[in-house]
Nanobody, 126 residues
Framework: QVQLVESGGGLVQAGGSLRLSCVASGRTFTSYPMGWFRQAPGKEREFVATIKLTRTYYADSVKGRFTISMDIAKKTVNLQMNSLKPEDTAVYYC?????????????????????WGQGTQVTVSS
C-alpha cells in the first residue's frame, strides 16, 4: 500500500507562485510514474502534470507555468506553480501508479492511477 500526503496549498494573488509537495510512503520510491491532478467545484478531476524520472508531460493549460520534479532520495514529487491565474483555483491531488504500463499513452487519465493523496486547496484571487 502507498500513502501520499500533499502540502503547500494556500491563497495567493494572481501572478503569484506556490510550490506543492507530495511525500510518498509505504513502498520503495522507484521510477514509477507520479502525477498531479486538480478538481474545481462542479468540475471533473483534470490532469495537470506527470513525471517518470526525468520524463514529464503537462496539460496545455499549465505548460510553461508549472514545473513537476521528483526527488527520489526524499520520496517527494513537487509542483512549482508560477504565474498563477484565478482559473487555477482547485483542490490539487497527488497520484501514483503501480507501474509504467500504458503511462506513455494514458498519463492524463485519472483512472489509470492507483493511489491518491487527500488533496490540498489552492486558491488564486484576482
Amino acid at each position: 500500500q502507498v500513502q501520499l500526503v500533499e502540502s503547500g496549498g494556500g491563497l495567493v494573488q494572481a501572478g503569484g507562485s506556490l510550490r506543492l509537495s507530495c511525500v510518498a510512503s509505504g513502498r520503495t520510491f522507484t521510477s514509477y510514474p507520479m502525477g498531479w491532478f486538480r478538481q474545481a467545484p462542479g468540475k471533473e478531476r483534470e490532469f495537470v502534470a506527470t513525471i517518470k524520472l526525468t520524463r514529464t508531460y503537462y496539460a496545455d493549460s499549465v505548460k510553461g507555468r508549472f514545473t513537476i520534479s521528483m526527488d527520489i532520495a526524499k520520496k517527494t514529487v513537487n509542483l512549482q506553480m508560477n504565474s498563477l491565474k484565478p482559473e487555477d483555483t482547485a483542490v490539487y491531488y497527488c497520484a501514483a501508479r503501480n507501474g509504467v504500463g500504458t503511462w506513455y499513452t494514458d498519463y492524463g487519465r485519472a483512472g489509470s492511477y492507483d493511489y491518491w493523496g487527500q488533496g490540498t486547496q489552492v486558491t488564486v484571487s484576482s
